[in-house]
């Protein structure tokens, strides 16, 4: 933990100290929704950061519609953005504004989703997908014990958004940690759905994830048990957990998640969700705020990686953040002491 504050003082610190270059700069950042708990504070995080630095800000959320993301982000180049941030809805479909942006020289910054297709994206900014992955895949193996326990275990997996870039990532990445148990037969899925296509959660929807949840939960109306759920996020585990409340009476089993949402840090606190991955969007933001004020300042960027993420036209410079796990041993130092949340919003 005083690791984590150490990091954000001294991005905190270079922010501050660029405050005065930025005046008089402006810098559009289009969100993809106000429907999830995370992009609203992704967005207010990253323009409160923005505007102590002295930034201009237009900030943009786009209602999950991907011409209206379009629009926005057009609008913001023309309307004398010098930067642009976007956490994409889709990440192939925002192609002329990318183009609008190489044409005028602004350069953009993919958050968290990678924009694909287009050589006009200068740098990506995110947490580490497949690592969240991994972290997920080794929890269930951890909590099922996986290498000593006999088994057979039952899984079902419910995954991201096809149309999200990380999804694929947050899938591989647990896939490679639970793909040799389920060769061994250690681990086996009643409903036959593993390949990504199969349990793909189309927006990432509650509604949805829950639809095919309670379609999943008819292979065990035997009264048999599901051991593990993967889930890729909070809003796809919500949808599960809400399946599981009408129409399972099997033992809970393990329900893997990401982002911390409010609701799921409650279940995971009723014991209805066993984890989720943190990944503490104050970082990410302020990271992007320093990656913008080097841009403006003509400055080297940070970067960590410049090998990983290929979006099919170039391999674009990124930034990784370190991803850790919350669950019911550690969520109060990591949201509450930490002042992420307060302990009256986990009520």
Do not use: H
């Not at 997920?136 to 057979?152: H, R, S």
């Not at 037969?185 to 949805?208: C, H, M, N, R, Y």
């Amino acid at each position: 933990m005083k690791k984590f504050f150490a990091i954000l003082l001294c991005i905190m610190m270079a922010c501050m100290s660029m405050s005065a270059l930025a005046e008089g700069q402006k810098v559009g950042v289009s969100m993809p929704t106000k429907d999830l708990q995370r992009w609203n504070q992704d967005g207010e995080n990253m323009q409160k950061l923005l505007e102590e630095a002295g930034y201009e800000v237009d900030l943009q959320f786009a209602s999950n519609d991907v011409q209206q993301q379009l629009n926005q982000v057009t609008n913001m180049i023309n309307n004398g953005a010098q930067v642009v941030v976007i956490a994409a809805i889709e990440g192939s479909s925002l192609g002329s504004a990318l183009d609008l942006a190489k044409e005028k020289g602004i350069p953009v910054i993919a958050y968290d989703r990678l924009l694909m297709e287009s050589d006009a994206v200068s740098y990506y900014a995110t947490f580490d997908n497949y690592k969240v992955g991994t972290v997920q895949g080794t929890y269930i193996k951890e909590a099922l014990d996986l290498d000593n326990a006999a088994g057979p275990f039952a899984l079902e997996i419910t995954a991201g958004d096809p149309g999200d870039n990380n999804a694929l990532y947050f899938y591989q990445g647990a896939m490679d940690v639970l793909q040799p148990y389920l060769d061994a037969g250690k681990l086996t899925v009643k409903s036959g759905q593993i390949e990504f296509d199969k349990v793909a959660t189309p927006t990432w929807k509650t509604e949805v994830a829950q639809n095919r949840a309670t379609t999943v939960l008819a292979n065990y109306s035997d009264g048999s048990n599901i051991d593990a759920w993967l889930c890729s996020n909070d809003s796809t585990a919500l949808g599960v957990e809400n399946a599981l409340e009408d129409g399972y009476d099997g033992e809970w089993p393990i329900i893997t998640g990401q982002d911390c949402d409010i609701s799921n840090v409650k279940n995971m606190i009723a014991g209805k969700q066993s984890m989720s991955v943190f990944k503490d969007t104050r970082t990410l933001a302020a990271q992007v705020v320093k990656m913008v004020g080097q841009i403006l300042a003509g400055e080297t960027v940070d970067v960590n990686d410049t090998e990983t993420y290929n979006n099919g036209k170039i391999t674009v410079p990124s930034f990784l953040c370190e991803p850790v796990f919350a669950d019911v041993n550690n969520y109060a130092e990591l949201l509450i002491e930490s002042g992420y949340y307060t302990a009256d919003q986990l009520q």
